[in-house]
């Protein structure tokens, strides 16, 4: 069992930036790849990126390409998301997730769509204001 805790989201004006943290427990020692999520009212939840066990493979959504970086940081056990340059269609509940197998890299962001995702954390909530 993995056990994941968001943090970092709040509110902040287009074109700012936020930086969230997501804090991994229990079995960590598992090669999982990881990624972020987010819920915006009203619509399905949707993959923003996904990051391999190393680090060294990352998956954006076109949505979120060249503003988002997912990064991990595996001897704190902490995956991230910076996002800059915020729009309010970024506004949604933002999500962790683990997968409980390693990706194969040949699927790229597809291999962490939410039904290859087995672990979530409870989410955060981040408010872009116009």
């Known amino acids: 069992q993995v056990q994941l805790v968001e943090s970092g989201g709040g509110l902040v004006q287009s074109g700012g930036s936020l930086r969230l943290s997501c804090a991994a427990s229990?079995?960590?020692?598992?090669?999982?790849?990881m990624g972020w999520f987010r819920q915006a009212p009203g619509k399905e939840r949707e993959v923003v990126a996904g990051i391999s066990w190393t680090g060294s493979s990352t998956y954006y959504a076109d949505s979120v390409k060249g503003r988002f970086t997912i990064s991990r940081d595996n001897t704190k056990n902490t995956v991230f998301l910076q996002m800059n340059s915020l729009k309010p269609e970024d506004t949604a509940v933002y999500y962790c997730?683990?997968?409980?197998?390693?990706?194969?890299?040949?699927?790229?962001?597809?291999?962490?769509?939410?039904?290859?995702?087995?672990?979530w954390g409870k989410g955060t909530l981040v408010t872009v204001s116009s």
């Open positions: 997730a683990a997968r409980a197998s390693v990706p194969t890299p040949s699927l790229g962001i597809l291999a962490y769509s939410e039904g290859n995702m087995a672990y």
């Open positions: 229990g079995r960590t020692d598992s090669r999982y790849g």
